[in-house]
């Protein structure tokens, strides 16, 4: 990977712009809300920006905003508008305060990334309290099972919770995120986890010193799941056997097609639905990871830049009620990828065709997002194309082939990129990645291939199909290495050739080599203590290392490789040959990184077999958490999330929950929506 240095092509292309810039002019012709200031908390405002240029353009609008008393923040970055009649359009900005009271400012700024001129405008808007007295309010927000609270002020010092309880009693009071006081305004939460169409009671605690101090109670009511939405269903077919702490399940279920079937949702332990995120306008959206405090990181479709790939061009930051905080898309990330000199960041749509040799570009989001590096940053995976000469990977066609490598990027807490890692900068062989090897089961993509991207650079003159190389699937920031030293490393993992690499990030200090890889036929020996005929994992989902990085590691390990031995390329060495049957498993090991060994905690059949997607959890009771994503064998019940209870001197753990429902992406057991696991 890199730090972001300047190259030379970039302040070539910064001078071009400048010059460019003295003949060109951007001007802002409007900003204006869709509601007059003042509104109070909670209010949608939909912002309309207007521009002009005279180059031909396009124009990109990036939105700002910024709190009382605080600095702007980047909450929807540079996309390109639409032109209608001679002006430009912004792409829709809807912003949703639900914070703070006071005065907010919202700036947008335009820019020709032609002629790198930019302009910027910025207005204000009043923001009132919900709260006018010495009473909470709470109201209801575009997600009926999630409602806006607010709170008196409260001394500083102090902190303030919300509890909220069905006022039957019957579940458990569910607490939020703790936040700081501020004497001079109000505070204000969104409250998640709730039954449709029941009654709540809820009231604040103030603590000081320790002491909570309660507030008034208010109540309120949630509505019923909409009819226009198709939500999942889900069997228990083994109920909770123990007292369970994370009782609430966030599921992703899968997408079909460009379109998702059902919304992501949480349920409880026996499958009823407490909430749901379904965007308007529908789109496809890959749940990546639930963050603190009530707000999620998700990859959803829509255009950004280019005007023929829509699959999953955005990185977003949503809330409970389904607003987004915070937005990224692939176009701008390329840019800023470009302009610290790494060529393979291009646009598909802007590489001549047919590609040469040595061509790449960004295709679109993949797989994963993480935000648990330090200083608020954010880590996210991205298919990346590269034309390599014909027979490259076995192919026999004759022809230049597109290979499907992978990136990922490090957004600082502006989610401007400020580091990367690209596996093609690292496939020259041992002990990096190898450009040769091609995936372990002979995986490709072709036009159109659900489950593959869109590919931007195959096509006359081009092999038609392309090998899907790695398939990276998950990444995990790890604090401290396996001998308890500091490291800030990344996992990275390769489901398409069975490897987990560790990258070399050392906090944004590091070379970006791989340090090592974890999996057959790799530098590590297997502890094989039970004996088990094919003891790695393969085709592997949601890697990480438990206990804030102290360990095991946990894997969903699918098995493709053990069940359907390669055939392939990738069969030609004995460490590959599986052995032709078995389940999907969940797995726990130690890593010794000195001895380059790993031996099992827990390696357990789990009696189906899902060949792509799931997850794998340890949670705070000492039992395990894996889903079974896609077990294709249970039409229409083909998802299982599993609770293991290991076995004390074996590898093998007690069922202890099974929860059956619709295919899926990935799962997570928590205790609430405010509380998300480390991994």
Same mark, same amino acid.
């Given at each position: 990977m890199?730090?972001?240095t300047?190259?030379?092509?970039?302040?070539?292309?910064?001078?071009?712009?400048?010059?460019?810039?003295?003949?060109?002019?951007?001007k802002?012709?409007?900003?204006?809300?869709?509601?007059?200031?003042?509104?109070?908390?909670?209010?949608s405002?939909?912002?309309?920006?207007?521009?002009?240029?005279?180059?031909?353009?396009?124009?990109?609008?990036?939105?700002?905003?910024?709190?009382p008393?605080?600095?702007?923040?980047?909450t929807?970055?540079?996309?390109?508008?639409?032109?209608?009649?001679?002006?430009?359009?912004?792409?829709?900005?809807?912003?949703?305060?639900?914070?703070?009271?006071?005065?907010?400012?919202?700036?947008?700024?335009?820019?020709?990334?032609?002629?790198?001129?930019?302009?910027?405008?910025s207005?204000?808007?009043m923001?009132?309290?919900?709260?006018?007295?010495?009473?909470?309010?709470?109201?209801?927000?575009?997600?009926?099972?999630?409602?806006?609270?607010?709170?008196?002020?409260?001394?500083?010092?102090?902190?303030?919770?919300?509890?909220?309880?069905?006022?039957?009693?019957?579940?458990?009071?569910?607490?939020?995120?703790?936040?700081?006081?501020n004497?001079?305004s109000?505070?204000?939460?969104?409250?998640?986890?709730?039954?449709?169409?029941?009654?709540?009671?809820?009231?604040?605690?103030?603590?000081?010193?320790?002491?909570?101090?309660v507030?008034?109670?208010?109540?309120?009511?949630?509505?019923?799941?909409?009819?226009?939405?198709?939500?999942?269903?889900?069997?228990?077919?083994?109920?909770?056997?123990?007292?369970?702490?994370?009782?609430?399940?966030?599921?992703?279920?899968?997408?079909?097609?460009?379109?998702?079937?059902?919304?992501?949702?949480?349920? %409880? &332990? +026996? *499958? =009823?639905? !407490?909430?749901?995120?379904?965007?308007?306008?529908?789109?496809?959206?890959? /749940?990546?990871?639930? @963050?603190?405090?009530?707000?999620?990181?998700?990859?959803?479709?829509?255009?950004?830049?280019?005007?023929?790939?829509?699959?999953?061009?955005?990185?977003?930051?949503? %809330? &409970? +009620? *389904? =607003?987004? !905080?915070?937005?990224?898309?692939?176009?701008?990330?390329?840019?800023?990828? /470009?302009?610290?000199? @790494?060529?393979?960041?291009?646009?598909?749509?802007a590489?001549?065709?047919?590609?040469?040799?040595?061509?790449?570009?960004?295709?679109?989001?993949?797989?994963?997002?993480?935000?648990?590096?330090?200083?608020?940053?954010?880590?996210?995976?991205?298919?990346?194309?590269?034309?390599?000469?014909?027979?490259?990977?076995?192919?026999?066609?004759?022809?230049?082939?597109?290979?499907?490598?992978?990136?990922?990027?490090?957004?600082?807490?502006?989610?401007?990129?400020?580091?990367?890692?690209?596996?093609?900068?690292?496939?020259?062989?041992?002990?990096?990645?190898?450009?040769?090897?091609?995936?372990?089961?002979?995986?490709?993509?072709?036009?159109?291939?659900?489950?593959?991207?869109p590919?931007?650079?195959?096509?006359?003159?081009?092999?038609?199909?392309?090998?899907?190389w790695?398939?990276?699937?998950?990444?995990?920031?790890?604090?401290?290495?396996?001998?308890?030293?500091?490291?800030?490393?990344?996992?990275?993992?390769?489901?398409?050739?069975?490897?987990?690499?560790?990258?070399?990030?050392?906090?944004?200090?590091?070379t970006?080599?791989?340090?090592?890889?974890?999996?057959?036929?790799?530098?590590f020996?297997?502890?094989?203590?039970?004996?088990?005929?094919?003891?790695?994992?393969?085709?592997?989902?949601?890697?990480?290392?438990?206990?804030?990085?102290?360990?095991?590691?946990?894997?969903?390990?699918?098995?493709?490789?053990?069940?359907?031995?390669?055939?392939?390329?990738?069969?030609?060495?004995?460490?590959?040959?599986?052995?032709?049957?078995?389940?999907s498993?969940?797995?726990?090991?130690?890593?010794?990184?000195?001895?380059?060994?790993?031996?099992?905690?827990?390696?357990?059949?789990?009696?189906?077999?899902?060949?792509?997607?799931?997850?794998?959890?340890?949670?705070?009771?000492?039992?395990?958490?894996?889903?079974a994503?896609?077990?294709?064998?249970?039409?229409?019940?083909?998802?299982?999330?599993?609770?293991?209870?290991?076995?004390?001197?074996?590898?093998?753990?007690?069922?202890?929950?099974?929860?059956?429902?619709?295919?899926?992406?990935?799962?997570?057991?928590?205790?609430?929506?405010?509380?998300?696991?480390?991994?």
């Amino acid at each position: 990977m890199r730090e972001a240095t300047r190259s030379p092509w970039y302040i070539v292309a910064l001078l071009m712009g400048l010059c460019a810039s003295a003949h060109a002019t951007v001007k802002i012709v409007g900003l204006t809300p869709s509601v007059a200031s003042p509104q109070v908390l909670g209010t949608s405002v939909t912002w309309k920006a207007l521009a002009k240029d005279s180059n031909s353009g396009p124009l990109t609008f990036q939105f700002q905003e910024s709190a009382p008393g605080a600095s702007l923040t980047v909450t929807r970055d540079f996309n390109v508008g639409t032109m209608k009649n001679g002006t430009w359009h912004a792409p829709t900005y809807v912003w949703v305060p639900t914070d703070v009271e006071g005065q907010h400012t919202i700036e947008v700024v335009v820019k020709d990334f032609t002629s790198g001129e930019t302009a910027s405008m910025s207005a204000t808007y009043m923001v009132t309290p919900l709260v006018t007295g010495s009473t909470p309010v709470v109201v209801a927000t575009a997600n009926p099972l999630v409602a806006l609270f607010g709170s008196p002020s409260c001394p500083a010092g102090s902190t303030i919770q919300v509890k909220f309880q069905p006022q039957s009693g019957t579940v458990p009071p569910t607490v939020t995120s703790a936040q700081p006081c501020n004497p001079t305004s109000t505070s204000n939460f969104e409250i998640g986890g709730m039954y449709p169409s029941t009654t709540y009671t809820m009231f604040a605690q103030v603590i000081a010193g320790g002491k909570p101090t309660v507030g008034p109670s208010v109540t309120f009511t949630t509505g019923a799941l909409p009819t226009n939405i198709p939500f999942p269903t889900f069997t228990q077919a083994m109920p909770p056997g123990d007292t369970n702490p994370n009782a609430l399940l966030l599921l992703n279920p899968t997408q079909e097609g460009s379109e998702p079937v059902y919304p992501s949702v949480a349920t %409880d &332990l +026996a *499958g =009823n639905i !407490v909430w749901y995120y379904w965007p308007v306008p529908k789109q496809t959206i890959v /749940l990546t990871r639930p @963050l603190p405090g009530g707000l999620m990181l998700t990859l959803e479709s829509g255009q950004a830049w280019d005007p023929n790939n829509k699959h999953l061009q955005f990185l977003r930051e949503i %809330d &409970l +009620a *389904g =607003n987004v !905080v915070k937005e990224t898309n692939i176009g701008v990330v390329g840019a800023q990828l /470009l302009a610290m000199g @790494l060529t393979d960041a291009q646009e598909c749509a802007a590489v001549p065709k047919p590609p040469i040799v040595g061509a790449a570009c960004l295709d679109n989001f993949n797989h994963d997002a993480i935000m648990t590096l330090p200083n608020g940053q954010t880590a996210a995976l991205i298919i990346l194309e590269k034309i390599f000469p014909a027979g490259t990977q076995g192919d026999t066609t004759g022809l230049p082939v597109d290979v499907l490598g992978d990136m990922f990027v490090v957004l600082d807490s502006n989610w401007q990129v400020n580091w990367y890692f690209d596996s093609f900068q690292h496939d020259g062989g041992a002990p990096q990645l190898d450009i040769s090897r091609a995936p372990v089961l002979g995986e490709t993509c072709v036009q159109g291939q659900q489950g593959c991207p869109p590919l931007g650079l195959i096509g006359s003159g081009i092999a038609p199909k392309a090998p899907d190389w790695l398939h990276s699937n998950s990444l995990y920031y790890w604090p401290t290495d396996s001998d308890g030293g500091a490291s800030g490393d990344i996992l990275m993992s390769y489901r398409n050739q069975d490897w987990i690499g560790k990258i070399d990030y050392n906090n944004g200090t590091g070379t970006g080599n791989i340090l090592w890889l974890l999996g057959p036929c790799g530098p590590f020996s297997f502890n094989n203590t039970y004996n088990d005929p094919w003891p790695w994992n393969s085709s592997q989902h949601e890697v990480g290392i438990e206990n804030n990085g102290a360990g095991p590691m946990t894997i969903f390990d699918n098995g493709d490789t053990r069940v359907s031995p390669p055939t392939g390329p990738g069969s030609s060495t004995g460490c590959m040959a599986g052995v032709g049957s078995g389940d999907s498993r969940g797995m726990a090991l130690t890593v010794d990184e000195a001895n380059l060994q790993v031996s099992p905690v827990l390696s357990d059949d789990l009696g189906v077999y899902s060949p792509s997607s799931g997850s794998a959890q340890l949670l705070n009771n000492g039992y395990y958490f894996f889903l079974a994503a896609q077990v294709l064998t249970h039409p229409g019940t083909a998802s299982f999330s599993i609770e293991l209870k290991p076995t004390r001197g074996t590898e093998t753990g007690t069922i202890m929950l099974d929860l059956q429902g619709t295919t899926a992406y990935r799962g997570w057991r928590m205790p609430n929506l405010y509380s998300p696991p480390i991994t």
